[in-house]
């Protein structure tokens, strides 16, 4: 049950104390189930903890090796920054301990919150709403008995220096680490992809957990997806739309196999200010229940069909299991089509057509390979009569990624929801629907398969900014008229390439140094910075340095549309020819289990393997996979380690397939039916 939050806490309260809320993290076990993040709360002067350590507070309450929590670790797993942790916002599995001081209070306590100046609430609610709602996950500890041990006598030593810069007095290369990427991403995944994300300024996390902030920087590559594929479907007669963001409960529960599928993922709204709600609404989860009913009002004859519908949107699904940005959120924007045609070979050709304009935002857009392909019928869309899909590949974590599906729902809805029509003959037939979508995940794909260790690499064609200028080469001995003629300069020569189609722009901030400004950009992933110093202003040249490969060249000015222009598209090119070449290096053909399945899996690879499209093979070489593995987890928030087939290729040949007569299943005696690609996938 969601609590209601207003229930707990004081609308003001003049006189209230500060709260104090300190965030420890403790060893734990990998299998103990625990979480390494422990909440201590209390009052910021009058409770248990005033002048007690965090050593000596996590003894009390027994976390061992306790210290002060870092804000990474606070925002990764709390979803909140580290100087605003709400109480109210905390969630299972942390455990959360509160100083029996709070049942003293008598005045309000005022505790800092994300997105609001202060909640204030009072130690008897702070309480009950932890009683009422983490009762397995916090407990009360009376600090006011323990006492902080004397330091124990030592003999005087020389000091020595230290290996790492002293933070009291921390050096510049410690402030540059600190604006930069401070994790490899070949040794920390996880955390480095949350650094790249918000020091890219593509995302900021939010005060509920598994909800994020898009930022304008990444909102654009949305906003390119969305131009993108407006333009192709509306060649194919679809037209946008918005429904409501609400589902009935009756209406969802329609289709018994399509809520299953949701069921627990669905969020329920159940209140109206103070008062119930007659009839609970949910959020959508998909939109196939808001829209189907309407669609059988509409549709009455073969002359309204085909009716074809898309809209851009936002849908909720409560997970609560490794949130993950852009990957696996609890809000994320999409778009989904929902269309109905007279035959079951309309729809199919349809099904196939918004695949293919998927593929092509994956490739065309993103520089990201794909493999397109069938679902198995256990993975397809609950209720779908079948699925196509796109599938990924993140090398750095060995996993599949699905991209996005394209689904032919049959006549499974239509029965359902009476979607039928007359035709020619005035005999009732059902429609045959279709529906398909893709969403901001796209953009984590992007993300994870592109970055490095400086930051975001981001593709030409939908980078907000292609090409920034930075005026380089300015010493003491510049005048004030050699500055200008250079910022001038700079400023023409954006404004020609902004002029030819080319999204530039001139950093002209005056606070910045430009070793600064190189690395701002880089880490943003602009593809190609401009230099430009005295001598190159003499020569009537410009420097080119490009953030995918670091390569540096130069032209003339007078050369300089028609070179960036080109470069722009050797870039996008040389990306993607890039990234499919690391996917097949690590993509494996094989024929039989004992010829290398699972060790090809922990050599972080695809699998492309004969296959008897049984859903119990299916079953048992994920169990199997999970049991021989013998690699170690690369990305915490990833699921379990057992392969599941991705998708059955349309063209198994192009990865390496041969025919599959004659073939036995990788995982029974029975005939092979195709190639499936099998891999650990998010």
């Given amino acids: ?62 976390a061992k090796d306790a210290r002060v929590a870092s804000e990474d670790a606070i925002t990764s797993k709390l979803g909140m920054p580290k100087d605003a942790v709400s109480p109210f916002q905390i969630q299972a599995p942390v455990e959360v301990v509160l100083d029996n001081a709070l049942t003293k209070i008598t005045t309000g306590i005022a505790f800092k919150a994300p997105n609001a ?28 008995v323990v006492a902080e041990a004397p330091a124990a006598s030592k003999p ?72 993108f594929f407006n333009e192709k479907i509306d060649g194919l007669g679809v037209e946008n739309c918005a429904f409501p963001l609400f589902v009935s409960q009756r209406a969802l529960e329609r289709e018994k196999d399509h809520i299953e599928g949701f069921a627990p993922e669905v969020a329920w709204v159940t209140k109206a200010g103070t008062s119930d709600l007659a009839e609970p609404v949910a959020i959508r989860p998909t939109s196939e229940t808001v829209l189907y009913p309407v669609y059988a009002k509409w549709i009455k004859s ?39 045609h007279a035959t079951l070979e309309e729809a199919s050709v349809e099904v196939r057509r918004i695949l293919d304009y998927y593929a092509m935002i994956y490739e065309d857009l993103m520089a990201v390979p794909v493999v397109k392909g069938k679902k198995s019928e256990k993975e397809k869309f609950a209720g779908a009569y079948y699925t196509t899909t796109v599938e990924g590949y993140i090398p750095t974590t060995g996993r599949g ?19 039928c029509y007359e035709d020619g003959d005035r005999l009732k037939s059902f429609a ?146 890039g990234a499919r070449a690391v996917r097949d290096a690590h993509l494996r053909v094989v024929d039989d289990w004992g010829s290398g399945f699972v060790s090809a899996l922990d050599s972080k690879c ?15 070489i994920k169990k199997r996979s999970a049991e021989e593995s013998s690699a170690k987890e690369q990305d915490e928030k990833a699921p379990s380690m057992g392969a599941k087939s991705l998708c059955i290729p349309f063209d198994a040949a192009t990865l390496g397939g041969k025919s599959v007569k004659g073939k036995k299943c990788i995982a029974c ?6 190639y499936t690609l099998f891999g650990r996938s998010y």
């Fill in 669 to 674: 005696d029975r005939s092979a039916v195709s």
């Fill in 432 to 577: 045959w629907q279709n529906s398909w979508g893709i969403s901001t995940r796209s953009i984590g794909v992007m993300v994870m398969v592109h970055g490095d260790n400086k930051g975001l690499v981001m593709p030409p064609r939908c980078s907000r900014i292609q090409a920034v200028f930075v005026v380089c080469g300015i010493t003491a001995k510049t005048t004030e008229e050699e500055k200008k003629t250079l910022t001038t300069k700079v400023e023409e020569l954006a404004q020609t390439l902004r002029a030819s189609g080319v999204r530039a722009k001139a950093d002209l901030r005056e606070n910045y140094t430009p070793g600064y400004k190189f690395n701002h950009w880089e880490m943003r992933g602009v593809p190609l910075r401009i230099e430009l110093g005295p001598r190159d202003l003499a020569q009537s040249k410009i420097v080119l340095v490009e953030r995918f490969s670091g390569s540096k060249s130069s032209c003339s000015m007078a050369d300089m549309t028609t070179t960036v222009r080109a470069q722009l598209d050797d870039i996008h090119k040389r990306m993607l020819d």
């Fill in 117 to 144: 100046s202060e909640i204030i609430t009072t130690g008897t609610n702070l309480i009950k709403y932890f009683k009422e709602n983490l009762p397995d996950h916090h407990k009360i500890h009376d600090f006011s």
């Fill in 1 to 62: 049950m969601t609590a209601n939050v207003e229930d707990y806490v004081l609308k003001n309260a003049a006189d209230a104390v500060k709260g104090k809320v300190l965030v420890i993290k403790r060893k734990v076990a990998k299998t103990s189930g625990l979480s390494e993040l422990v909440v201590v709360v209390s009052v910021a002067t009058g409770g248990g903890l005033d002048g007690k350590g965090v050593g000596v507070i996590g003894k009390a309450i027994g």
């Fill in 156 to 227: 005087a030593v020389k000091s020595k220096p230290s290996k790492t810069n002293d933070k009291a007095t921390p050096g510049l290369d410690e402030k540059e680490v600190k604006i930069g990427i401070e994790v490899k991403k070949e040794e920390d995944f996880a955390k480095w992809y949350q650094q790249v994300l918000v020091k890219g300024e593509m995302l900021e996390y939010y005060d509920v957990s598994g909800c994020y902030i898009v930022r304008p920087w990444a909102y654009y590559v949305w906003e390119r997806v969305q131009s």
């Fill in 606 to 620: 695809l699998v492309l393997s004969p296959w008897c499209e049984a859903e119990c093979c299916e079953e048992a």
């Fill in 401 to 419: 990624i699905q991209g996005a599906t394209s689904h032919c729902l049959g006549q499974n809805f239509s029965k359902m929801f009476e979607i």
């Fill in 302 to 340: 073969h002359r309204d069909l085909p009716l074809k519908l898309n809209q851009w949107n936002s849908v909720v699904r409560w997970e609560f299991k490794h949130p993950q940005p852009f990957i696996r959120s609890r809000e994320f924007y999409w778009q989904e089509g929902h269309t109905a």
